[in-house]
């Protein structure tokens, strides 16, 4: 953990003695659109999917994020199993740590794959272990001296047993040091990498037996989970859960992170605009203010242009901040002020 406890070090040893939250080491978003039309690969940049623009990274630079969550396709890294990087799809997102990295913006690069390749899922006869660590190892190579651009090996992985994903995991954390990147690995859990579920086997074995075994020789990696608010915790209905319960959807993994010495990311979350769902997003957030030894950050869902409409969308409306920025805000300001 040498390398989390010197990035812990170095956002908050300054933090101001007025300011009244203390900030978690890495606050921002995601940006979503460069995952989308996987119906339609390899798709059209701009019609299909999308990148982050210039001033999508300033407004969030400007409210005080450090990290974006680069939401991408295995399918437009690698157009088939074992190729080169494509280098065209590359460049867009070297475009995006460039303009990042001049806002002072970490790159957390999320595969947002659900452990599939063209639907295929990882240890399966046609997508091995060894494809995913394959294409770790190019990702590695590439990056590998930007240590600023944080390695997100998989978005909730599912359908899949827990220990074919640990499997999946060590092999691909195991290609990214080979490849000689030092960079923190942001490594999820099986069933959709839930907060709420990760003591449960519901989706087999549960994550808190098995991802314990996760390897890493640099021990620079942090559990990614997810958690919506909704009933389901879906993220797909705008209403909430009573908002004094929201906390109890992390608070067993905060505990289960706690006691096995190890930290934690909220790599997804997010609720609609009405009071009870701002009072749970506050409260989530302060949860984890309050909890800091186990969780070094959080991005939120979702920034990018696209379903404009949709609840838990971030983008400015019309020019107009959303009603769930007032409450980010609070948190994400006093990140980047130190």
């Known amino acids: 953990m ?30 979503a659109g460069a995952s989308f039309g996987a119906e339609k690969l390899p798709g059209r940049i701009g019609w299909d999917y999308f990148y982050p623009d210039i001033a999508a ?29 494509n280098e065209s799809e590359m460049k867009q997102i070297d475009a995006v740590i460039a303009e ?19 639907d295929s899922r990882i240890g399966s006869d046609k997508v091995s272990v060894q494809d995913f660590a394959d294409l770790w190892r190019r990702i590695a190579a590439r990056y590998r001296d930007d240590h600023s651009v944080i390695f997100g090996l998989m ?37 959709w990498s839930s907060a709420r579920n990760w003591l449960s086997s519901s989706y ?23 958690q919506y608010f909704d009933p389901g915790a879906s993220g797909t209905h705008p209403n909430c859960i009573d908002a004094a ?21 909220l790599g997804e979350f997010g609720a609609g605009a009405d009071s009870n769902c701002l009072e749970a997003l506050r409260r989530v957030l302060q949860f984890m203010q309050d909890n800091r030894d186990v969780w070094i950050g959080w991005t939120y869902w979702a920034a990018g242009p696209w379903a404009k409409d949709y609840f838990t969308n971030i983008e400015p409306d019309g020019g107009a901040d959303r009603p769930q920025m007032a409450v980010l805000e609070k948190f994400m300001a006093a990140g980047r002020r130190n």
């Open 2 to 31: 040498h390398a989390i406890v010197a990035l812990l070090t170095f956002c908050c040893h300054n933090a101001s003695a007025q300011q009244p939250i203390e900030p978690l080491p890495l606050i921002g978003v995601n940006f």
């Open 100 to 118: 990042a990295h001049s806002k002072g913006i970490r790159v957390l690069l999320d595969i947002h794959n659900y452990a599939a390749f063209e």
């Open 245 to 265: 319960s929201a906390t109890a959807t992390i608070a067993p993994f905060t505990e289960w992170a706690r006691k096995n010495g190890h930290k934690a990311f």
């Open 57 to 85: 990274i300033g407004y969030f630079a400007g409210k005080g994020a450090n990290v974006v969550r680069l939401c991408v396709l295995w399918e437009r890294l690698q157009t088939r199993l074992g190729s080169d990087l």
């Open 155 to 191: 978005n909730e992985p599912v359908q899949l047993a827990t220990e074919t994903w640990l499997d999946a995991a060590n092999a691909a954390i195991e290609a990214i040091r080979t490849a000689g990147a030092d960079n923190m690995i942001m490594v999820p859990g099986n069933g």
């Open 204 to 226: 087999g074995s549960p994550n808190a037996a098995v991802m314990l075994r996760t390897r890493d020789p640099r021990n620079n990696f942090v559990y990614e989970v997810h």
